[in-house]
């Protein structure tokens, strides 16, 4: 027997009994397309946040008091107790080649009061001019920090869009007065909005000169961020490594008190996060597409009963007993390969509906349409081989004889 | 062409549930008999006597329990299913009590259906098809129908045009005429008296009715699974016009 002869047979038999292969078909469709739609939003959530930390500078290295690991937060001594990292471990990293620039930075949540009498909780981030370098911020209007600023103890800041907005609605804050903790400020700048990066949102804050930061808003002298760009995305290891070695020695400790997390680290546990979620979505979706597959051995096991005296008819006329398997397996395989094509399609369009209306998004990777397709396919083998076996051993004469 | 010696066929009945033994009827009882190339044999024997049983032990569908059934020299109890279903595909033609056509395919696809297990391409199937109802006489405006869709006589032709269709040395076939009225019957037989007198087949016919065996060269008599009486038909019947 032929392959195009199988596929003629094959055909007819399905066609012949349409409402059943249809409702089988129905169930590896279903299986096949919450797979391809769960998986698909799995993969976009996985995207949306590599593009946020990516667009917090890449060759990034953060520096942070007290021991934190990306992806299980703070280990010991919490990033608000911990004072270890100071001004003049900032200074001293410049000497290490390769890095191109240093932003210093201390933060902290405080009251901002407008003149007008709005007022907003934002964090307040104490930082010098290399900021705007390191964090990839741009303005909007005004100018940013200068060294200028820090030198002289200036109470001016620069404000990120959100909290423009809270203060001041549709006016110009430009060169306007607000109040942080009590103490008037003047706004020379603001912001471009960049948009959340999912836990933090870099839009709203407010920007002082970090001298101003320490000695007038905090009256502390240390510092809860360094972030450090690196020339090279290659050189990052080694700029660490140095930066580890050269903290260590400054702070006259042998186990670190503090932190150094490149945006790999991060980027390395979200993902961790992320895929362990597409798993765990992927893995209920393959659930339904086991049902699908057990109503595809329902319906051969009850063809293979129906269609009795036709194997006996064809074993008769000299069908051998791998001719006889190979037609119902390839029924079953049918079945399921028509399942695994419409269930590809409508997941696809249920990924796009998902982010069109629910504003999720999802991206339908080749690798999952791939996968969808063999699991289907393989779905048809597996479940069809038990049928498609006791077709091909029934005895010619007891089958001929089935009423 | 074929050897029978002291073929016994006994089948076990495993009744339904508890532990009674089995009830064992023999089918068949020590059939001893040969048949020459080209003979034209008919079975006979009343209703239950073991010609079916007999036959698919001929057509190489079943196995006996007891003796040995040489088919062109070979032992076909010795063959595995893969290499009888070859001697089938190849050497056997069957037509069958109930015609048993699959009711999906139509008349041309049916009759062809024993070349697609023997890998003929598809333009030769049909030409063969072809031939094959036109040695059984069926009438061409029919071929593209489906069997749901003729009389009993239209589809014993088919049974027997699909008989033809691979060129089998041995035609089986368990009472033809049985569903038929004599008019069609006799167009029937005609059919395997060409092919027997045009083209030296091998016929068996297995029927219960002695006028219909009157058109074999030879009778074999078998009553409760045992040969009776075997011999030469001495008032063989001829159909000559159709
Ligand atoms: N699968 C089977 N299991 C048990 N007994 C069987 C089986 N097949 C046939 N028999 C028995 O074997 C005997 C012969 O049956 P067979 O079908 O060969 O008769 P037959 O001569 O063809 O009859 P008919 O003219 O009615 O077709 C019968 O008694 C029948 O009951
Ligand atoms: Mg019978």
Redo the contacts with the bound molecule.
């Keep these: 027997m032929n392959s195009s002869d199988l596929f003629q047979e094959t055909y007819s038999a399905l066609l012949a009994n349409k409402a059943r292969s249809f409702l089988t078909i129905l169930g590896i469709v279903i299986g096949i397309a919450s797979v391809i739609a769960m998986v698909s939003i799995g993969q976009g959530a996985q995207g949306t946040i590599q593009t946020s930390i990516e667009g917090l500078g890449s060759n990034l290295l953060t520096i942070l008091p007290g021991i934190v690991q990306p992806g299980r937060g703070i280990v010991s001594a919490g990033r608000g107790t911990a004072q270890t990292v100071k001004n003049e471990d900032a200074e001293s990293l410049r000497a290490i080649p390769d890095v191109l620039y240093v932003s210093a930075e201390h933060q902290r949540r405080f009251q901002i009061i407008s003149q007008a009498g709005n007022n907003t909780n934002s964090t307040v981030i104490g930082a010098t001019a290399e900021y705007v370098s390191v964090r990839n911020v741009s303005m909007d209007r005004g100018a940013f920090i200068s060294d200028q600023h820090n030198r002289s103890m200036a109470r001016v800041a620069v404000l990120g869009p959100t909290v423009a907005g809270d203060l001041f609605g549709s006016d110009d804050p430009l060169g306007k007065t607000i109040r942080i903790n009590k103490i008037n400020f003047k706004v020379i700048g603001i912001l471009k909005a960049k948009g959340s990066a999912g836990f933090f949102n870099p839009d709203d804050v407010a920007i002082v000169p970090l001298t101003t930061m320490q000695k007038i808003l905090a009256g502390a002298d240390y510092l809860s961020t360094i972030a450090v760009t690196v020339s090279d995305k290659d050189k990052m290891p080694e700029v660490q490594a140095r930066a580890t070695e050269l903290l260590l020695e400054r702070h006259r400790v042998a186990e670190p008190d503090f932190s150094i997390i490149s945006q790999a680290d991060i980027l390395g546990a979200l993902t961790q996060v992320t895929t362990t979620f597409t798993i765990f979505l992927a893995s209920i979706a393959g659930i339904s597409l086991l049902v699908g597959g057990i109503g595809i051995m329902n319906m051969m096991l009850t063809t293979v009963t129906e269609r009795t005296r036709e194997i006996g008819l064809r074993k008769a006329i000299g069908a051998k007993n791998k001719d006889i398997s190979l037609q119902f397996l390839a029924e079953a395989v049918m079945l399921t390969f028509l399942g695994g094509v419409i269930g590809v399609a409508l997941g696809w369009l249920v990924a796009v509906l998902v982010s069109q209306f629910a504003g999720i998004a999802t991206s339908v990777s080749i690798q999952a349409v791939f996968l969808a397709f063999g699991v289907s396919a393989a779905i048809g083998i597996v479940f069809g081989y038990y049928p498609a076996r006791q077709a091909s051993l029934k005895n010619p004469?007891?089958a001929l004889?089935y009423e | 062409m074929i050897v029978c010696k002291g073929i016994t066929k006994i089948?076990k009945?495993h009744s339904a549930g508890s532990g009674e033994p089995a009830i064992e009827?023999a089918?068949v009882k020590n059939a001893t008999f040969d048949i020459r190339d080209g003979e034209f044999v008919a079975i006979m024997?009343?209703?239950?006597?073991?010609?079916?049983?007999?036959m698919h032990i001929l057509g190489c569908l079943d196995t006996p329990t007891l003796g040995t059934y040489l088919l062109d020299g070979k032992d076909v109890s010795l063959m595995d299913d893969n290499e009888l279903a070859e001697i089938r595909n190849q050497k056997i033609g069957f037509v069958f009590?109930a015609f048993n056509l699959l009711p999906r395919a139509n008349v041309l696809r049916n009759v062809a259906l024993p070349l697609v297990y023997a890998g003929a391409g598809k333009e030769a199937r049909e030409k063969a098809a072809a031939d094959a109802l036109a040695s059984a006489a069926f009438p061409q405006n029919f071929w593209g129908h489906l069997p749901n869709q003729l009389s009993g006589g239209m589809m014993q032709r088919v049974a027997i045009a699909r008989a033809l269709v691979n060129n089998p040395s041995l035609i089986l076939a368990?009472?033809p005429t049985g569903n038929l009225d004599t008019k069609t019957g006799e167009a029937v037989l005609h059919a395997f008296q060409k092919l027997h007198m045009e083209q030296g087949r091998t016929i068996v016919l297995?029927t219960?009715e002695s006028y219909i065996a009157e058109y074999a060269e030879r009778i074999i008599h078998i009553k409760d699974?045992e040969i009776i009486e075997d011999g030469k038909n001495h008032r063989r019947r001829l159909v000559n016009n159709i």
Excluded: C, F, M, V
């Excluded at chain 2, 024997?45 to 007999?54: H, M, Q, V």
């Design positions: 004469i007891e004889r | 089948y009945n009827t089918a024997g009343p209703s239950g006597s073991g010609k079916s049983t007999l009590q368990d009472e297995i219960h699974g």
